[in-house]
């Protein structure tokens, strides 16, 4: 008994999120994650941009459905016809994420970008400045008034509403966006890393060999499940931040 609880001793959850930085500048496994993901999109339209064929092939086909897709399924719904100038960002936003947490899964790799809180982070937070400068770009200061002071409640009621309106929209909103994809991916990459040094640790303590036929063929289940949530937490953000564009722009009267 004592051999097979020796065997299974798991990585504290410290080792699995902290990578130490090289050249003394703190560049990482998770910056150069963040560099490819910046790289792989801008390199994709490149090429699909070079293809002068008229039927649309490879690069040019993904770049042209992918386009199609968030103008289709994101831009539409949330913010209307008036929001095709901001396919750009929102594709770019997309492919960002959506790569970044694809690493999750790359040999060598096994660690998503995005399971780390500066990245979300930051790119909640360029949505939040975005949201604000929309709003106050297509409606002046009075639309940050609106957010505090909501129009149709009684004034009595502003002490209470507009406390808790500031929390929600100031504070809460950038966290909360940048929290879901942090806390999602993390989450995706300890169960990977569980399973899988569960199933080192059964494959090498003799008796237990036979628990993995259960253990590895659920570590290729989840693999498959996390890509899957890899892109759902893509489209999710990218739709959220759709849905901010488009209160900016169409605030609720």
């Not at 080792?15 to 792989?40: D, H, Q, R, S």
């Not at 090429?47 to 039927?55: D, E, F, I, N, T």
């Amino acid at each position: 008994m004592s051999f097979v609880i020796a065997a299974l001793e798991f990585p504290s959850v410290e080792n699995l999120v902290i990578w130490p930085g090289a050249w003394g500048i703190g560049f990482n496994k998770i910056a150069l994650e963040m560099l490819i993901a910046a790289a792989v999109p801008i390199g994709l339209f490149f090429a699909a941009r070079g293809q002068k064929s008229l039927v649309p092939q490879g690069a040019r086909n993904l770049a042209e459905t992918s386009i199609e897709f968030i103008e289709e399924q994101i831009v539409m719904p949330t913010i209307g016809p008036d929001g095709m100038r901001y396919v750009p960002f929102l594709l770019s936003l997309f492919f960002f994420i959506a790569i970044g947490n694809l690493f999750e899964v790359i040999p060598m790799f096994h660690m998503p970008a995005n399971a780390r809180m500066a990245g979300p982070l930051v790119l909640a937070l360029t949505v939040y400045a975005l949201w604000i400068f929309v709003g106050v770009k297509n409606h002046g200061l009075g639309y940050i008034k609106e957010l505090l002071f909501p129009p149709g409640v009684p004034k009595a009621l502003y002490i209470l509403v507009t406390p808790i309106e500031f929390l929600s929209n100031f504070l809460i909103r950038p966290f909360s966006h940048a929290v879901r994809l942090f806390a999602n991916m993390l989450a995706g990459h300890i169960l990977l890393v569980t399973f899988s040094v569960l199933c080192i640790a059964l494959w090498q303590t003799g008796p237990l060999l036979a628990v993995e036929a259960l253990t590895f063929p659920m570590l290729v289940g989840l693999t498959a499940f996390e890509i899957g949530v890899a892109l759902l937490q893509a489209f999710v953000f990218t739709i959220l931040t759709g849905v901010y564009i488009g209160g900016a722009l169409h605030p609720a009267h």
